[in-house]
């Protein structure tokens, strides 16, 4: 079946600071790869997404490239701050529905930014 | 107002009562789900309903039911509470056309 692997957390790291969050995949067809970030005492938020191989999706000074050699979707971002402190879901769609729906999560890892 | 919306937000119930949790939302998906969230181990799919008349089971769906009410409402029920159904629930909506997913606040269910 599907299934997506996180590095594990928690990751704490000051204010600017580089961040990597690595994610791993294993799925059976050609699936939309997502990252979602959970604020605390909130549901989650689509950060960014890819559809395809090579695609690289962005937002808010996050990135990630869809790579389908490493089957990898790793979280970057460049200079951290503390407001980014919340916890952040790898996802992939279900390859069997095109409009990937029914989301396979990663176990999550928390990051903290200290001032 | 949020688009969608768990009630209640926070529940204590005692082994072997029923208990529901409800969703509502204004998105106009057709497409909602429950999943359960517990430390360490990510988001679990219980159940998605695709429209009013489909249900479908997820990967844990054993001790829990849903009723889909309308288009707007998604009800997951424990019949009979166990404590290892202690954990953090979410429903979620999905647009067909992007995959995209929007998810309530959560709800945090403790069973004594």
């Known amino acids: 079946g599907n299934s997506v692997t996180q590095m594990e957390g928690p990751v704490t790291l000051s204010e600017e600071a580089f961040l990597t969050i690595n994610c791993t995949y294993t799925?059976?067809?050609?699936?939309?790869l997502f990252w979602y970030v959970q604020y605390p005492g909130e549901g989650l938020q689509l950060l960014l997404k890819a559809t395809k191989a090579d695609d690289k999706g962005s937002n808010k000074g996050f990135e990630a490239t869809y790579r389908k050699e490493t089957t990898s979707f790793h979280l970057e971002k460049g200079s951290v701050q503390v407001s980014d402190s919340a916890v952040y879901f790898c996802?992939?769609?279900?390859?069997?529905?095109?409009?990937?729906?029914?989301?396979?999560f990663g176990e999550g890892t928390q990051l903290t930014v200290n001032p | 107002d949020a688009d969608v919306t768990q009630t209640p937000r926070n529940r204590i119930t005692k082994t072997g009562k029923r208990i529901m949790l409800e969703c509502s939302q204004t998105?106009?998906?057709?497409?909602m789900y429950w999943y359960r969230q517990d430390p360490g181990l990510g988001l679990r799919l219980i159940y998605y309903s695709f429209d009013v008349k489909d249900i479908n089971k997820g990967e844990i769906s054993d001790g829990y039911s849903v009723s889909r009410q309308a288009q707007a409402k998604f009800s997951l029920s424990l019949e009979s509470a166990i404590p290892n159904q202690t954990a953090l629930y979410f429903c979620?909506?999905?647009?067909?056309?992007?995959?995209?997913?929007?998810f309530g606040q959560g709800t945090r269910l403790t069973v004594v």
């Open positions: 996802a992939l769609s279900d390859p069997q529905e095109t409009s990937g729906s029914r989301l396979t």
């Open positions: 998105k106009g998906h057709d497409r």
């Open positions: 979620a909506t999905s647009d067909f056309r992007t995959g995209r997913a929007f």
């Open positions: 799925a059976t067809g050609y699936p939309s």
